[in-house]
């Protein structure tokens, strides 16, 4: 059996692992397997390489472990040779670190990975090293390359651009032109410049698809709203005549709230990329999509939420002890 037919099977696993592990009626753990070829510019340089990508695991109360695990399993049975997670990793808190490095070093193939803006809030650097406990790789404005059967891959990642902390520049230094490259970005917005510099294919994260998107909802409150561009699936161009790049924004696994999902589009994903491969040789999940309007956050958003995390950081060394002790108000004699 080839390695591809194993995707072919990966539905009826699937379904196997819901009728063993969830109840028809507990749609919250429905997983959606979705499956898509690179860009044709890997054409030439790849062959038969496949890219398995996960996203807004958040591990904490709000999402079951099993439901962690069934990510894992699924994405396991999918056999990728590479895994990327393009952030928020955990959910207010740094109490679930340890089940967060399980999780990932369950994974068999290596993983690669950018923080988003919950690992920011909760505490990057705690965050970064129970991802790398658990074997991952976390590219923090930096690339690394990867040879697998003899093929050279470049993996670009950009650290959180919602929370003020993607350096694009630190990011593409050195980045060779001669090899092919994917680029992570929690936020999908960040993939038109890496285009403009030669990253033709972006995985990204942040929105959960809207987790509600009957009635197209989701475009409503990720769109109108919140002012993004792209919403959930793949938007740009993998073609050669139009070389503009893609981005694909996953409907990630946890939830940050409430884990509730409604809506086909909603579903946790997990999502398989078949570099080296033509876009249109096999079913995909759907082409390309127009973006949304989209609107730039102001310097005064930003500003806040780079607070945000400031804020956090103060309220955590206070709690730690770590913090300035209060000044008394009598002074010493």
Known sequence: MSRFATIEGLRKFRQTLLRE????????????????????????????????HLTDLHVGRVTPMEVQYDAVSMTNAGKPDIVVISGDFVCHSQVY???????????????FAVLGNHDHWAGAQPVREALRRGGAEVLDNAHTTITIRNQPLQILGLDDAYTGHADRHAALKGLRPDQPVIGLSHIAEEADALWEAGVPLVFSGHTHAGQVTVARLHELSVGKLAGHKYIHGLYGSRGT????????????????????????????????????MQPGAFDEHHREQPAHAGRVPSSKTKERRADAVRRKQERRDRRNGNGKPPTSAVEPS
């Open 97 to 111: 670190l340890a089940d967060l490095t399980d999780v990932i070093s369950k994974i068999d193939a290596p993983v």
């Open 241 to 276: 005549e139009d070389p503009k790049g893609a981005v694909y924004v996953g409907a990630g696994v946890g939830a940050a709230l409430v884990p509730l999902r409604v809506g086909e589009r909603a579903k946790r994903e997990v999502a398989f990329f078949e570099l080296g």
């Open 21 to 52: 592990r969830d109840p028809w009626h507990d749609t919250s753990r429905r997983f959606r397997i979705r499956r898509f070829a690179g860009p044709e510019c890997f054409l030439e340089h790849l062959e038969g390489l496949r890219v398995g």
